[in-house]
């Protein structure tokens, strides 16, 4: 197939195009080399870029440009939808920047494939466990329950974990799978929930091949360590390797599930290439809540840099307590069994950042921005 990746020069962009070229198609990149992601002058630094530059077709522009867009598609026979701009944090205070990205660059997508002649007979958008909101509970009765998001009254006193609304008992955390409820907490979260609707519902209004995949938290070598609005095991590596503290929010037993980024590329790869014309939702993850402080502590025992863990009671307004996915649906489906362990990935991923240039931290910068909109507390 001729295959369009938006955002192909990304973390998950890239692998993605390398493994497709693999197996014999073509591809197509659409990407804005965000200096957020890619650094300056990305088109002879970038190390993302750099790997897909000569083995694809390379469109610089961005995902709100409808020449863009038209330029791009021209020849596809399908697209995958990741460009999008990320960050749960940032996105509750640039909010007209993800809405015009992530929800327009969207729907220009959209109204192409709807108002223009093309070849495109299958979308893959990249969606979000961040739709969910906090994830799926059981209450000691044995019902499910989906808590809103945790007030700032609540986490001002530290109460960080989400209890039965009626009997004030704890709750127990399960696996969030596609039918959970869907109530977003950040802005991000809406927009990425916006994407995956119209996408799902323009598609089956096609006859168009829709899928929705709703990633966990993705790792691995190659992720940004420049960027401090996403990905946790980022953000504490550059701290590390500066030397500096690192402070977590909460009680640290704040929760998350990992999933290694060549796991994202083989689960992207099985939805593109699935049979049928039906529009299908799924939740790509590991299958396993990480402690926050779990994080932490294998990421300075890896590089063996004993930097000072501080637990400090702060918190993000807009931030879930856990959410991890059950994998059922993309097993049944797609034949989806993640293969790498979380101690496989970290050991992987701490190789890869030794053999980089130590990067500027620019953590405490975008803490103080949070201050500053009244969306960090501590």
């Not at 168009?208 to 609005?229: D, E, F, H």
């Not at 702060?314 to 069994?337: C, P, T």
Request: aromatic content about 8%; hydrophobic content about 35%.
């Amino acid at each position: 197939m001729n295959v369009l990746i938006t955002g192909g020069a990304g973390f998950i962009g890239s692998n993605l195009a390398l493994h497709l070229i693999s197996l014999g198609h073509s591809i197509t990149v659409l990407d804005n080399l965000s200096p957020q992601i890619h650094g300056d002058n990305a088109k002879d630094k970038s190390e993302l870029f750099l790997t897909i530059r000569d083995k694809v077709r390379f469109i610089e522009g961005s995902v709100t440009d409808e020449q863009a867009w038209i330029q791009a598609m021209d020849g596809q026979h399908a697209i995958v939808h990741l460009a999008a701009e990320t960050g749960t944090g940032q996105s509750m205070y640039e909010i007209k920047k993800y809405v015009d990205v992530n929800i327009g660059g969207t729907a220009l997508m959209l109204d192409l494939l709807t108002n223009t002649k093309h070849s495109v007979s299958r979308v893959v958008v990249a969606s979000s466990r961040s739709i969910y909101g906090e994830g799926k509970y059981r209450t000691a009765d044995g019902s499910f329950v989906y808590p809103g998001a945790r007030t700032n009254d609540a986490l001002s006193k530290g109460i960080f974990e989400h209890v039965d609304s009626t009997t004030g008992e704890p709750l127990t955390l399960v696996a969030t799978d596609e039918d959970a409820k869907l109530h977003p907490s950040s802005v991000y979260g809406i927009t990425k929930l916006n994407q995956e609707q119209m996408v799902l519902t323009v598609c089956s209004s096609l006859g168009i091949a829709g899928t929705a995949l709703r990633y966990q938290n993705v790792y691995g070598p190659g992720q940004s360590l420049s960027n401090p609005y996403t990905g946790i095991l980022s953000i504490f590596s550059t701290r590390i390797k500066n030397g500096n503290p690192i402070s977590i929010f909460e009680d640290g037993l704040e929760s998350r599930d990992f999933v290694f980024i060549s796991d994202v590329v083989k689960a992207t790869t099985l939805a593109l290439l699935r049979d049928g014309t039906s529009t299908e939702v799924y939740g790509i993850g590991s299958g396993i809540a990480t402690t926050v402080k779990e994080v932490a502590d294998r990421l300075i025992a890896a590089y063996g840099t004993p930097v000072p863990v501080t637990t400090t009671g702060a918190y993000r307004l807009g931030d879930i307590r856990h959410n991890f996915a059950d994998l059922e649906k993309a097993r049944s489906q797609l034949g989806f069994v993640p293969e790498v362990s979380f101690e496989q990935g970290i050991s992987e991923f701490t190789k890869w950042v030794n053999k980089q240039e130590v990067q500027v931290d620019k953590y405490e910068a975008s803490i103080e921005e949070m201050k500053a909109k009244g969306l960090f507390k501590g």
